[in-house]
């Protein structure tokens, strides 16, 4: 039983509402020696919940911090900026071809995190007409087009300077219904999905058809064909990335005319299409196949690091002897600050019959709500995380008593599987570097320690610096290759001599963090040596000779790939950018 919020608020031991983050470092220092544990939340309620209401905060003596005082209203990174350009000539020529619909203006483009910045041409065409028209007046300009959805990834995919950036989230479906989500076909289970779509939206369509799609990230505000152009990934043993479970594509080409590409059809170069990071064109809509719906059964535990991370038969065991599973480690959460002693955050998830009762609406709001005054609280106390390096490990000890304690407890739950995949709301609140690497992996625990040790050793050595760069955490999933070309864990195919198998790993700190590029360098240049590549969707482009680096580990699939785009007499350069350029090896 949950307590009301105004019941909860008594429990605390002690409150205040600092004005100031040097005011709110006071107090967590003051609280935490005193033996409490500080909570920290932006108002009294949020939503009519409180992480004061968390049962599992029984018996512990708790100091409530109101971040309420420090809470700024914070631009949205995804907003266009528009901004006034002297030499508007190429503006006019494209909008006098266009004609009215749709509009040009120049943007300062940023994705999310603020790693990868332009100058663009945008526009947000609203009928296959109006695309067709941007295309064609791009090509017979000779610019190149690049599309944005929600601008969530870090990589170099999105428009440079002076190319158009097509903006789709108003583009309209063609379907009958009007909607941008139906099933095609129920006795295939395939499930049509529109550009603009997001993850969130598929979820609750999955929640409501009970068709399920066993895979997915754990973001719900990104937009589905996003993802699986991009070859992201969820996780599972026997679970592809995204475009694995494509089965048609329609695509604008450089004609600006609508292509459909299916399985059936065009299985290699459905291989290419389905994770074509855009060179193939505009994606219009995708089908999805689907499964009946799947119920699991998800576990929360806390094991200590060096019992695991330490111990191949425990990680093993923990691996093998489930589904799904996750690893999340959290440097410095043991108190007094003890690396090997920390607790690592393990999430499994296993298939099982759908007789038991899963979770209901109730457990979801008070969970949603709780993920959002966490992830708020974070932002706003970021910029003093990033500020004072020194005081990341007592953050870090905080937030994972968030966790443990009050977020995910240790328990096992029943859910349908799209809860139990996007298990986690509003991380857009708090903006995040992100390097991934995919491993070519099966079995083989003595290397799987030596790739974890890689970042545990160097969060050692910054350290001894007095610097703190992973300030969020490392986190771990297994899946199977990928069939694409590009997809996340395609070195791991059989095809390459792979394994079939990979792990994925990667390291998150808040953006902003000074350290950041230096700490993932050295993360990078080990997991380098040590055979892994960067997942395509992440930030890698700040490593050095990365793009040689990739070429050379990916050259067959990359081979294969342009090879498509030649079968199906796609021209890829009016969508090329600098990055994809350089990807390929087209410059």
Known sequence: MIKRSSEAMESAKRTCKPKSHQQLKKNIEKYVKEGMLPILQAGIQVEGHSLLEAQELKGKEVAFINLEKLKKKKKDAREPKSIEITNDSLLKCLQERVGSKPKFFFEKFQNWAEN????????????????????????????????????????????????????????KSDYSSLTKIRIADIQKRTVDVMTGVTTGDLKAFQLQTKLNLNANVILDLVQMVSVAQTGCHGVGKDTHCLSDYLVQMRVFDSNGELRTYSLEKDKDVFKAVSAAFGCFGIVYDVTFKMDPEIIVATTTSYPRMHETFGNEDKLRK??????????????????????????????????????EKVEDAKFYETKDAHDRISQEALSIVSPLIT???????????LSFQSIRYILYPSRKIYQEIPHAIHFRKYLD????????????????????????????????????????????????????????????????????????????????????????????????????????????????????????????????????????????????SLYLNTGMRKLLGYE
Not at 117 to 143: G, L, N
């Open 429 to 572: 609140l708090a903006e995040v570097y992100d390097l991934e690497f995919v491993f070519n992996y099966k079995g083989d625990y003595s290397r799987l320690k030596k790739i974890i040790q890689v970042v545990v050793t160097v969060v050692q050595q910054f350290r001894a610096k007095k610097q703190y760069p992973l300030n969020v955490s490392l986190e771990m999933r297994f899946m199977t290759s990928s069939d694409a070309y590009l997809g996340t864990g395609n070195i791991a195919h059989p095809r390459y001599g792979g394994s079939g198998h990979v792990v994925c790993i990667e390291v998150l700190s808040l953006k902003g963090t000074k350290t950041w590029e230096e700490f993932s360098r050295a993360v990078g240049k080990e997991w380098m040596e040590l055979g892994g590549v960067p997942h395509l969707a992440k930030q890698y482009d700040h490593l050095p000779d990365i793009f040689k680096y990739i070429r050379q580990k990916m050259a067959r699939p990359i081979a294969d790939f342009k090879d498509s785009l030649k079968k199906a007499g796609v021209d890829p």
């Open 116 to 171: 990868q910045r332009s100058f663009v041409i945008s526009c947000y065409p609203e009928t296959k007409d109006e695309m067709s028209r941007v295309i064609k007046a791009a090509a017979a300009e000779s610019v190149g087009i690049r599309c944005a959805g929600a601008r969530h990834s870090w990589a170099p995919v999105f428009s440079d300077t002076c190319q158009v950036c097509v903006n789709i989230k108003n583009l």
């Open 387 to 397: 500020s004072h390096e020194s005081l990341v490990p007592l953050f870090q000890w």
């Open 318 to 355: 923990i691996v093998e002897e489930n589904w799904a599973v996750e690893i999340f480690w959290f440097p410095f959460n043991s108190f007094p600050f003890d690396l090997t002693n920390d607790e690592i955050w393990v999430r499994t998830f296993n298939k099982i019959p759908g007789s």
